[in-house]
């Protein structure tokens, strides 16, 4: 019996936690993310973890985003002391992404302490500290994509490319129970990169599973088409650049920042972009584009053709980076119009902020939402129409143009989902999480719809008790006999049709060109699939 208890990023996007359970008595983490929106969801950070740290063997990290990471160092601080497994580019990420949160917390931690100490109150600890984030780095151990590592007598696991950020993974678990002879095999998403995601490659296809968990961020939308999104950000830059005023960009410093100044290198080596000043305002963002520049084996086709023809894919003449505070203050003080990428994504922190507080109110000016915003954060407030928002105290009216783009979204939308979900020739239970209710409930909806699978949202702390299959079971144990043979003919002629599908897809293709992975994997799987009926 397998056993997971959903802590995490159920119901809501952020705060990614899952505890596993074997046979064996292991506990396994997936994810550990900070919960970022609403106050009374931000508490969570500082509830009980439901488990002790101390106890767990390994955390399985899908990767970076702070809403999947960003609890890691609380999670040391509290007693845990085993591996945690992920890809290299997600540990060169964390690297960088943790010590900034920590930071982040102690400065937080500080200011609360300021306006407790004027009201005669005790100062307030962070959430974890510097320290607590350089323990948690020691800790990394990377992991080979697209090869098994082995946790345990019986547990192994499998890094995918989910296509999502660089090095973002799917995670494929498989447990046996020895003393049942019973192998699950369960499949995490993480979350799942929209088809043709600029930067890097799409997302792995999955064949087989017993228990498939999915993201549903964008579970009930899709996305708008992306060449409309790039002249939507085009109309953006040239209404505030002929209004003399700023065009400001909350996004989050990985990912999201390296493919806006992608695509807008690519507007300004065609020619379309205003010459007029483009700011990296985020040193997290900065080091985050140094990493990408120096993780090339990760990109997609049309990124390292931009590379061969010369060009830096992240680089334009009239790019500034903003390191220091006196910098970032400095492009408030420089009238005229100027691009402005600044974390974070959803305006809550960071110094998105001070760039609210100087243009939201002016007109001429524009916000341009190019991600998911959490309910409750100052994005999507913008994104909902408010006439005026809160930033630093302060109650500031919005005069901006409000531009929400969703075709930058590195989030799959709701096609995208299906087309993943529909490469299992399986029948999976799947259960959806990582996201708000409402896209969650969609998106299990159109499942169940299109592929007619069982589908569940997990309630936060609900424990599920993962079995094999009823129908695996059932074949075990009875004796041959008409309904037997009747299922092990459909399941032939189900296998006939997939062999049919992947003999005209590999004919297609010619002697001339290779088969790829999930060409040969298909094949792998619909052999053992073969092997598994035939009882050799």
Known sequence: MIRITCLGAVETVTGSNFLIETPQG????????????????????????????????????????????????????????????????????????????????????????????????????????????????????????????????????????????????????????????????????????????????????????????????????????????????????????????????????????????????????????????????????????????????????EAMAIVKQGFDPFNMPNLKFTLSTRESMAINEQPGPAIVIAANGMGTAGRIKHHFKHNLWRKGSSVVIVGFQAAGTTGRRLVEGAEQVKVFGEHIAVRSKIYTIGGFSAHADQSDLLAWIGHFTSRPQVYIIHGEEQAGLALGQAIAEKFGLSTHLPKWKEQLILKPPKEVEEIRVAEPGPELSVQAMNGLIDLEKELKLLKKQIEAKGLAEELDEDDLEKIQFLREEIRSMTHR
């Open 26 to 301: 292991k506990k396994y983490l997936v994810d550990c993310g900070l919960y970022q929106g609403r106050k009374q969801l931000e508490q969570r950070n500082w509830s009980n973890w439901g488990y002790d740290p101390a106890d767990i063997d390994t955390l399985l990290l899908t990767h970076a985003h702070i809403d999947h990471s960003g609890r890691i160092p609380k999670l040391v601080k509290d007693g845990f002391q085993g591996s945690i497994l992920t890809t290299t580019p997600t540990i060169d990420l964390c690297r960088i992404m943790l010590l900034d949160s920590a930071h982040i917390q102690e400065t937080e931690a500080q200011w609360q302490s300021k306006k407790r100490a004027r009201r005669g109150l005790p100062p307030v600890d962070p959430l974890y500290t510097t320290e607590n984030a350089e323990a948690s780095l020691a800790l990394f151990t990377p992991a080979q994509r697209d090869t098994f590592i082995q946790l345990d007598t019986g547990i192994k696991v499998r890094f995918r490319n989910a296509g999502h950020i660089l090095g973002s993974s799917i995670l494929e678990i498989h447990i046996t129970d020895q003393d049942a002879q019973d192998t699950l095999k369960i499949v995490f998403s993480g979350d799942i990169g929209k088809k043709d995601q600029l930067i890097v490659k799409d997302p792995h296809a999955v064949h087989d599973a017993d228990y498939v968990f999915v993201e549903s961020t964008y579970g009930n939308r899709n996305h708008r088409n992306f060449e409309a999104s790039k002249e939507e950000l085009l109309e953006a830059v040239r209404f505030s650049a002929e209004k003399g005023e700023k065009v400001l960009i909350p996004a989050f410093a990985v990912e999201r920042s390296q493919e806006i100044l992608y695509i807008l290198g690519e507007m300004q080596r065609d020619g379309q972009l205003p010459d007029i000043p483009i700011y990296l305002d985020s040193p997290l963002a900065i080091k985050a584009t140094e990493i990408f520049r120096e993780n090339q084996a990760a990109y997609d086709s």
